[in-house]
């Protein structure tokens, strides 16, 4: 299971570093753009790849909780787990690490995000819209730390989850980082 984490991260790494890369080809920039517009662009990118690695979080929790459940215990058999019980701490441990990662992810996302909206067109009207999905951002960050600090009441931890958890605000805010882009 350690192996399997280290070569997640590797990979996890390569796709941040990468993605830049993947992007500097396109065939839309025939412009020619000063270097710092460009260096803000690809941090667009990097902010990109740094929200889809945040949400990976959404498609793997369903699937632990399944494991965690059953999913463990009606497998072992085909599975080749002899222990069960050590299986499902392994998964625990893997639990806490993809959970270090989406906090990581998602604070740098949202601060890469802000420099490259700073460095791209600082606030106009024509980027409201994307200003707005930042803002979607932040405050699914604010929430998160709320959530992982000690110092909240437990009222408000709980509202806490409740917002940052709403698939409704993600989509939301995925939809108008999109639209604000396009109006640009």
Do not use: C
């Not at 929790?61 to 058999?77: V, Y």
């Not at 929430?143 to 605000?169: C, D, E």
């Amino acid at each position: 299971m350690i192996q399997l984490s280290k070569m997640l991260l590797i990979l996890f790494a390569l796709f941040i570093l990468l993605a830049p890369i993947a992007s500097a080809y396109d065939e839309d920039d025939e412009d020619e753009e000063d270097g710092f517009e460009e260096f803000s662009e690809d941090l667009g990118d990097i902010a990109k790849s740094l929200l889809i690695a945040t949400i990976v979080l959404i498609a793997w929790k369903p699937l632990h909780i399944w494991l965690q459940k059953s999913g463990i215990i009606n497998n072992a058999d085909s599975w080749g787990i002899t222990d069960v019980k050590a299986a499902k701490k392994k998964l625990l441990r893997f639990n806490k690490w993809m959970l270090r990662v989406h906090i990581a992810a998602g604070t740098a996302a949202t601060i890469v995000g802000l420099v490259h909206g700073i460095g791209s067109q600082m606030p106009d009207w024509e980027s409201s819209a994307a200003w707005a999905g930042w803002f979607g951002m932040l405050a699914m960050s604010v929430l998160g730390g709320l959530i992982m600090w000690k110092w909240p009441p437990k009222a408000i931890k709980k509202r806490a989850r409740a917002l940052h958890t709403q698939r409704a605000l993600l989509v939301i805010t995925i939809i108008l980082l999109v639209v604000g882009h396009e109006m640009m």
